[in-house]
């Protein structure tokens, strides 16, 4: 499946950006979809993950309550909604998806978005 993510942008803390995550190709649903951050000079992080339905989310303890990761498989498209973010959020945010289960681990992905740089200003 191919991805391309969108939505990123400059916010200040507190404020509040959507991803998306556009899928062609091989059937969306029949992958797990994910997002990963990385910030400058760090590793690739997990944020969030879905299951092929969207009936179970997994989230990183830094985003729990903040973000909620969904998915529209007529749509091909999966979102991350970012809440009330913090300067600490500040990275490059990428797509993900998997036909097999799930994992925190970034290299059990095959399929990648290109990127889309979040800013966020104290």
């Known amino acids: 499946v191919q991805l391309q993510a969108s939505g990123g942008g400059s916010v200040q803390a507190g404020g509040s950006l959507r991803l998306s995550c556009a899928a062609s190709?091989?059937?969306?649903?029949?992958?797990?979809m994910a997002w990963f951050r990385q910030a400058p000079g760090k590793e690739r992080d997990f944020v969030a993950g879905?299951?092929?339905?969207?009936?179970?989310?997994f989230y990183a303890d830094s985003v729990r309550g903040r973000f909620t990761i969904s998915r529209d498989n007529v749509k091909n498209t999966g979102y991350l909604q970012m809440n009330s973010l913090k300067p600490e959020d500040t990275a490059v945010y990428y797509c993900?998806?998997?036909?097999?289960?799930?994992?925190?681990?970034?290299?059990?992905?095959?399929?990648w978005g290109q990127g889309t740089q979040v800013t966020v200003s104290s």
């Open positions: 190709g091989r059937a969306f649903g029949a992958n797990i």
């Open positions: 879905i299951a092929r339905s969207g009936g179970i989310r």
């Open positions: 993900a998806a998997t036909p097999r289960t799930w994992s925190r681990q970034s290299d059990e992905y095959d399929s």
